[in-house]
């Protein structure tokens, strides 16, 4: 691990001593985002057969199951992480997420909303115990020039993985009839990979062999805190970082009863009138380009029309082409 000639983070993808617990990572993640979701698109739009209470009560109460580990079990998580032999608690971690994702494909198939809330949970205190193993396990295995990539790395992949598990989630839970089945199946294959993965990661040694485990999460909580609080710099990252995760999370959460209580379970696209066609077209070179866009698109769901960027100069006359056009041509009943 010592300093050599420089190169790109990436090649770390390449090696054993990273690339193993990277897609470790990606993975877990990615079914944390897939069950929550495909959850959550589950109880918004077919709300009899899971639970029956109000979907967007319902959709921020999964939230908050999924978060509660989180603050409950961090500072406690954090302690393991120092006395545990790393890559057998990540093996540990990711053993005990192929049996949530077994309970909650029972869930997903058998509509068992109670066993739902439960893997929910589950899966929330496994990402919580796998959070400051994450960020234990690099500085073992990364040299000093290493460590800001690789750190760039996991979190380019956690964002990454988050999107991707969302996307699938959405798209499995709408397939019509057998929607939770694929759900099902895939969270397991998921939790299943990233145990073979995790299989490969290198041995990481205890910080704190003989640390003596606070197991009051309260009390160790409260000891964390006032620790961090004592630095400046690290309390206020603290918080940048929780406001960041709120209102990432806030907002998903939100954005399925948005869709079907907002928009009405309608699509809506936008940014798809060039910002060309504005600065340089004619009026009905814009008329005629929104007609087409209607045409093509808008039959059956809702289309909202805009240009896709900011621009310092435009020309009113053909803002004003389209908004008019849009108007009187784009309006379904």
């Known amino acids: 691990m010592s300093a050599g000639p420089q190169k790109s983070q990436f090649s770390l993808l390449q090696e054993r001593r990273f690339g ?11 079914n944390d985002n897939l069950l929550k979701f495909a959850f959550t698109i589950l109880v918004t739009y077919h709300t009899a057969l899971y639970g029956g209470g109000d979907p967007k009560t319902t959709a921020f109460l999964i939230g908050a199951v999924f978060i509660a580990p989180y603050v409950l079990f961090s500072a406690t998580s954090g302690q393991l992480a120092d006395k545990m032999e790393k890559s057998r608690l990540i ?17 997903f198939v058998f509509h068992q909303v109670g066993l739902l809330y439960a893997a929910t949970f589950l899966m929330g205190l ?8 994450k960020y234990a396990y690099l500085p073992q295995h990364l040299a000093a020039d290493e460590l800001v990539g690789g750190n760039g790395l996991v979190e380019m992949g956690t964002f990454v993985s988050i999107l991707i598990g969302t996307m699938v989630g959405g798209v499995l839970a709408a397939i019509e009839g057998s929607g939770p089945v ?12 990233g145990r073979i993965v995790a299989g490969r990661i290198p041995e990481s ?38 406001w960041l995760w709120f209102f990432g999370a806030t907002f998903l959460t939100s954005f399925s009863p948005f869709a079907k209580e907002v928009l009405g ?6 940014g ?45 006359d053909t803002v004003r082409a389209m908004v008019q056009f849009t108007k009187e041509y784009g309006v379904y009943r």
């Open 126 to 133: 496994h990402s919580t115990v796998f959070g400051p193993v």
């Open 91 to 107: 093996r540990l971690i990711k053993s005990l997420e192929i049996v949530i994702m077994l309970v909650a494909a029972g869930g």
């Open 205 to 242: 040694p205890s910080g704190v062999p003989d640390l003596k485990v606070n197991w009051n999460p309260f009390s160790e909580t409260w000891n964390n805190l006032k620790l961090a609080r004592g630095n400046r710099t690290v309390f206020l990252s603290m918080l940048g970082i929780s």
């Open 20 to 30: 193993p617990f990277f897609w470790t990572q990606f993975l877990g993640a990615g």
């Open 272 to 316: 798809n009138v060039p910002a060309s066609l504005i600065l340089t077209g004619t009026v009905d070179d814009v008329r005629g380009y929104c007609k087409d866009l209607i045409d093509n698109v808008a039959p059956g769901g809702g289309y909202v029309m805009a240009f896709g960027t900011a621009m310092d100069e435009g020309k009113p």
């Open 182 to 193: 694929y759900v099902a199946v895939c969270c397991v294959l998921v939790a299943v990979a």
């Open 265 to 270: 379970g309608k699509v809506c696209i936008g």
